[in-house]
């Protein structure tokens, strides 16, 4: 009789939970979330000299702020067999008034590695409008890569 009513009343309280509505945070269109608009895209692809191919994106994103300029770089490294390696992407913070510029922050906001490459980063830095990120792309039984990313601001807020 006991387990009954236990039974019945948790059937209960999981009815009334379900019937609860659940809050989508990721459906918000929230200030921060139109900060992040991407406004202008370039993509180019690098074909190397070792054999390697990187395919590289920058993306310029909406700024509320004057003379500021948020920014992204992807870059995703294929091997000469064809196989993406890796994709890293830095997004940099750039403060400019049309005689200098500096970095406000930097972050690596995505590194992946595919297919047993691994990746090790060397440095990240950042010195005047330049953020810079240099690594090391391995795989078991070939010969290393060695890698390096910039994200350039000018004076005038062009990034490339």
């Not at 692809?45 to 700024?63: A, H, S």
């Not at 890796?86 to 930097?106: P, Q």
């Not at 240099?134 to 807020?157: E, F, H, Q, R, Y």
Request: charged share 15%.
């Amino acid at each position: 009789m006991i387990m009954k009513r236990i039974c019945s009343l948790l059937i209960c309280a999981l009815l009334f939970f379900s019937l609860l509505p659940i809050h989508n945070c990721f459906a918000d269109n929230t200030e921060s979330d139109a900060a992040l608009l991407c406004i202008s895209v370039e993509q180019t692809t690098l074909r190397m000299d070792n054999g390697w191919t990187i395919l590289r994106k920058i993306c310029v994103f909406e700024d509320k702020t004057a003379n500021q300029r948020t920014a992204s770089l992807t870059e995703d490294f294929y091997s000469p067999f064809g196989e993406q390696a890796a994709s890293i992407t830095i997004t940099g913070t750039f403060s400019y008034d049309g005689s200098t510029v500096y970095v406000l922050s930097k972050s690596i906001t995505n590194l992946a590695t595919f297919n047993g490459w691994h990746f090790t980063l060397s440095s990240f830095s950042s010195s005047g409008g330049t953020i810079t990120l240099s690594g090391t792309l391995t795989k078991a039984l070939l010969p290393s890569v060695n890698i390096s990313m910039s994200l350039t601001c000018d004076a005038n807020g062009n990034i490339s």
